[in-house]
């Protein structure tokens, strides 16, 4: 999936220093409330919460941010919020398929900026289950380069559970089962190796290669859906080459 993956940890690094910061820092902040209302304020005994903690960190959300946050998810302090997790499906331009990952208070609110965003930007919204199907729910570590090889993360990861190592350029992806995602990232401490992010992901199974022009739609309709504040992840099956993908960096 190097198109897509290598698009969303450049898109990554970027949002981290640009315009949107804050709109991230929001997104990071509402996934550890959330971690720390399903599994308690502990993050050695809540992996999740650990792993949201840590990509807060990784993307400089400030300590005493997080450490509230954790506080409100587990009731420790007042202001938390009810959310809930939505899925949506849709097709986007080229027949792209697109899994939309919501975490809201209002559902009602979710849904109608989801549906805006597809509908202006050449999307369509589908029934549940008729997108879904085309991906797997999979653990995905992000590992930076520095001086790694492949085979320094493969060595470090396999008997975790990895099932695959991909490079991305400046970062290796490694790929395992959802449930084997604690595992690995433990593995990859205990071998002293640094990793950016580690999340449960819905990985497609199978993509749409994308010209310049349908990459640059694809890329519209999701930083559009990504404006929504009720929405946490987006999803799609495509892949850019990196020639194209140089093209539309340019």
Known sequence: MSGHSK????????????????????????????????????PDG?????????KAKKSSVPNNNIDRA???GAGLEAGGAEYQTIMYEGYGPNGVAVLIECLTDNR???????????TRNGGSMADPGSVSYLFNRKGVVIVPKGDLTEDDVLAAVLEAGAEEVNDLGESFEVLSEASDLVEVRTALQKAGIDYDSADANFVP????ELDEEGA??????????EDSDDVQNVFANFDVSDDVMAKVEA
């Open 70 to 72: 954790v506080k409100r």
């Open 46 to 54: 809540n992996p999740t919460l650990y792993d949201a903690i840590q």
């Open 216 to 225: 640059r739609k694809i890329f519209k309709l999701i930083d559009a859906l």
């Open 7 to 42: 698009w969303a940890t450049t898109k990554h690094k970027k949002a981290v220093i640009d315009a949107k910061r804050g709109k991230l820092f929001a997104k990071l902040i509402k996934n550890i409330e959330v971690a720390a209302r399903l599994g308690g304020a502990d």
């Open 108 to 118: 009602n609110r979710a849904a109608s900026d989801v549906r805006v965003a597809m």
């Open 205 to 208: 199974t199978m993509q749409v």
